[in-house]
C-alpha cells in the first residue's frame, strides 16, 4: 500500500538522522493533518501510524468524532484562539502553541486535567507566525509555573522557510539551547522538542528533536 510505503520511507530517514547525530532516544512522527480527509488518516493508521496533529479546532472536531473509534493520539499544532479552547477539553494530548497569557489563564480555567504543552517559540520574529519572541521565553516560562493546570514539557518552533533545509539548523539548535537554559536554570526536565517539518526534519532530528511534524511527505501528492 502507499501509504505504508511513505510512513516507511519517513522513518528510516528518521532513524538514519538519529544515526549521524548518535541518538538513541525517540523521536516521535507526527501526521500532520491539516486538509487531510479522514478517510486517507485512517490508512495511515492501519499501516501504524498512531499520533496526528491538527491546526484548526473546527476541523479537528469533525475529524475527532468521525475518527473516535480510533486509538488516535491527537495534538493540536497551530495557532489556539483562547474562545476555542473550551472545546479540545479531554481531547487532546498535548498542545505546541502555547505563546501567550491570554491563551494560559484560559487553559487553567477550562482544565479538568492538567494541559500538557509545549511553549512556541518565534526565533526569526516572524510577523505572521505566532509564538513569542526568544528574549520573552524565561520570563513567560516563570508564569506558566504559576498555573497548576498548565505543564509545559518543551518548545515548539517554525523556522522561516528556506529551499534550503540547511538554513533551518540555527533555528534548531538554538531552541534546544533554549530548552536546556530552561532546564539548568529552573531544575526542570522538559522532555520536547517540537521542530522539523517536510523540508527539514532531518535537520531538525540531528539537533534534538523529539517532535517531527509531517505533512506533505505523508499526505501529499507524488511529484511524477
Known sequence: MQECRRLEEVLERIEKAKERAGRRDEVLLLGATKTVPPSKILKFYECGLKLFGENRVQ??????????????????????QSNKVKYLVGKVSLIHSLDRESLLKEL??????????????????EETKGGIFEEEVKIF?????????????????????????????KYFKRLRE???????????????????????????????????????????????
Open 178 to 224: 533554549l530548552k536546556e537554559a530552561l532546564e539548568e536554570e529552573f531544575k526542570v526536565r522538559l522532555p520536547h522538542l517540537s521542530m522539523g517539518m517536510s523540508s527539514d526534519f532531518e535537520v531538525a532530528v540531528e539537533e534534538g528533536a523529539t517532535i517531527v511534524r509531517i505533512g506533505t511527505l505523508l499526505f501529499g501528492e507524488r511529484k511524477t
Open 59 to 80: 476541523e479537528f472536531l469533525k475529524k475527532y468524532e468521525e475518527l473516535k473509534d480510533l486509538k488516535i493520539e491527537w495534538h493540536f499544532i497551530g495557532r489556539l
Open 108 to 125: 487553567q480555567k477550562r482544565a479538568k486535567e492538567p494541559w500538557n504543552t509545549l511553549i512556541e517559540v518565534n526565533l526569526a520574529k
Open 141 to 169: 516560562f516563570e508564569k506558566v509555573l504559576n498555573y497548576d493546570k498548565v505543564k509545559v514539557l518543551g518548545l515548539m518552533t517554525i523556522p522561516p522557510y528556506s529551499p534550503n533545509p540547511q538554513d533551518s539548523r
